[in-house]
């Protein structure tokens, strides 16, 4: 590719119409050849790089700094086809509203790529925890991501990577699963990512609901999480509705920690609570104040230690967390990740307590929840692996 090279409009002009691209295989054909003459045309030798700065198939096209709107995402377009098309990997996808292919994995400037090989040049090993929130774009993602930084065109560059967690508890968000049989581009090439990993460790013993006295507890936790709870268990749970709960009992979980499915009721139980205090929001000075300006050049500055309300906190945000006493809103959605989270927070069922109660046509709709027979399958491929020699 001649480094004199000028984009200019004639490129848009002679690039066939993108309508079809995601549904008609024809159409798709005919953009991705238009592309790929187009790739030839400016770098007829793919093996002639001068950088490797996203991808090892590819060079990149420099931003002019006068270009227009149309003209910066066409190069983005190229490049894309460049790092991708020629290793088999197709990331982009049709955007109805803008008419412009794009992906979700999201480049990185010279300037950038250098200071994170800079920052992770000691790297060996990469630890990913809670990776049922993990999905497959993501997965995908990260292993593009570690190719850029490391040079190296391998799965993560080359560096180790450990997966940690328990896929029984919430599923990512706006994403695919990695169990997940259906997919998009970037989550089909997340799913290659993860069908790499050829080693599991199985760690089955539970600490956080240990002990005998807890042994019911953790047992109906674990029907929950299969979608298999008994009306025996759905009791078990009733036991801690708060509406029947002793005086004394309730007064221990006044100050407790409340969780709920939606960021909505989480935020409006915070709001009553400082209501309730009746007095004023304290004004604390930060003391690392930071001034910065946005894409847009607003100056922007910080002159308070960015504290949250935590009366409540989402069901999300206490995934990995052992909490002393919660009282649970496991909401109406039939999600079983959620309702497994929700009640498994505890050490001690007699620290939990339920605000409203769900009742036990909720707990059989979780059986039928979309994604279970998948999960299960994994996780059945996950135990056979763990019984694998290791090398």
Same mark, same amino acid.
């Given at each position: 590719?001649? #480094?004199?090279?000028?984009?200019?409009?004639?490129?848009?002009?002679?690039?066939?119409?993108?309508?079809?691209?995601?549904?008609?295989?024809?159409?798709?054909? @005919?953009?991705? #050849?238009?592309?790929?003459? !187009?790739?030839?045309?400016?770098?007829?030798?793919?093996?002639?790089?001068?950088?490797?700065?996203?991808?090892?198939?590819?060079?990149?096209?420099? !931003?002019?700094?006068?270009?227009?709107?149309?003209?910066? =995402?066409?190069? =983005?377009?190229?490049?894309?086809?460049?790092?991708?098309?020629?290793?088999?990997?197709?990331?982009?996808?049709?955007?109805?509203?803008?008419?412009?292919?794009?992906?979700?994995?999201?480049?990185?400037?010279?300037?950038?790529?250098?200071?994170?090989?800079?920052?992770?040049?000691?790297?060996?090993?990469?630890?990913?925890?809670?990776?049922?929130?993990?999905?497959?774009?993501?997965?995908?993602? &990260?292993?593009?991501?570690?190719?850029?930084?490391?040079?190296?065109?391998?799965?993560?560059?080359?560096?180790?990577? &450990?997966? &940690?967690?328990?896929?029984?508890?919430?599923?990512?968000?706006?994403?695919?699963?990695?169990?997940?049989?259906?997919?998009?581009?970037?989550?089909?090439?997340?799913?290659?990512?993860?069908?790499?990993?050829?080693?599991?460790?199985?760690?089955? @013993?539970?600490?956080?609901?240990?002990?005998?006295?807890?042994?019911?507890?953790?047992?109906?936790?674990?029907?929950?999480?299969?979608?298999?709870?008994?009306?025996?268990?759905?009791?078990?749970?009733?036991?801690?509705?708060?509406?029947?709960?002793?005086?004394?009992?309730?007064?221990?979980?006044r100050h407790a920690l409340h969780l709920f499915p939606t960021i909505i009721a989480t935020n409006e139980h915070n709001r009553t609570r400082l209501i309730e205090l009746e007095k004023p929001v304290e004004r604390i000075p930060s003391t690392n104040n930071l001034s910065w300006k946005t894409s847009s050049g607003t100056t922007c500055q910080r002159t308070q230690l960015p504290l949250l309300l935590c009366w409540a906190i989402t069901v999300h945000k206490s995934q990995g967390l052992t909490l002393d006493r919660v009282i649970g809103d496991a909401g109406d959605r039939k999600s079983l990740g959620l309702t497994f989270v929700a009640l498994s927070r505890t050490r001690k069922l007699s620290d939990l307590a339920f605000k409203p109660m769900f009742t036990f046509e909720r707990l059989q709709? !979780?059986?039928?929840?979309?994604?279970?027979?998948?999960?299960?399958?994994?996780?059945?491929?996950?135990?056979?692996?763990?019984?694998?020699?290791?090398?």
């Open positions: 590719m001649a #480094e004199s090279w000028k984009w200019t409009h004639s490129w848009l002009n002679n690039a066939p119409s993108l309508t079809g691209f995601a549904t008609d295989p024809t159409a798709k054909a @005919r953009i991705m #050849e238009y592309f790929d003459k !187009l790739v030839c045309a400016m770098n007829p030798d793919p093996s002639n790089i001068s950088h490797v700065q996203f991808h090892p198939c590819a060079r990149n096209v420099t !931003l002019e700094d006068n270009m227009d709107d149309d003209d910066a =995402n066409y190069v =983005n377009l190229v490049n894309w086809v460049m790092r991708h098309s020629r290793c088999g990997i197709n990331c982009l996808h049709y955007h109805k509203t803008t008419k412009q292919m794009r992906t979700t994995y999201k480049p990185i400037t010279r300037e950038q790529c250098r200071k994170m090989q800079d920052d992770f040049k000691d790297t060996k090993l990469i630890i990913i925890d809670e990776y049922s929130m993990l999905g497959r774009s993501m997965i995908a993602t &990260v292993d593009l991501r570690c190719r850029d930084i490391f040079g190296v065109d391998q799965p993560f560059g080359g560096v180790y990577v &450990v997966l &940690v967690g328990d896929m029984r508890q919430l599923p990512p968000v706006f994403n695919s699963p990695l169990y997940s049989k259906n997919w998009n581009h970037m989550q089909q090439c997340g799913g290659i990512t993860y069908a790499g990993f050829e080693h599991c460790v199985k760690l089955s @013993r539970i600490f956080r609901q240990a002990g005998d006295e807890q042994a019911p507890f953790r047992d109906a936790l674990g029907r929950l999480s299969s979608g298999t709870c008994t009306f025996d268990d759905w009791k078990l749970f009733k036991t801690r509705d708060c509406s029947i709960l002793r005086n004394e009992e309730k007064e221990e979980f709709k !979780l059986g039928k929840c979309a994604g279970l027979n998948s999960r299960m399958e994994e996780e059945e491929c996950l135990r056979l692996m763990s019984l694998l020699p290791k090398d």
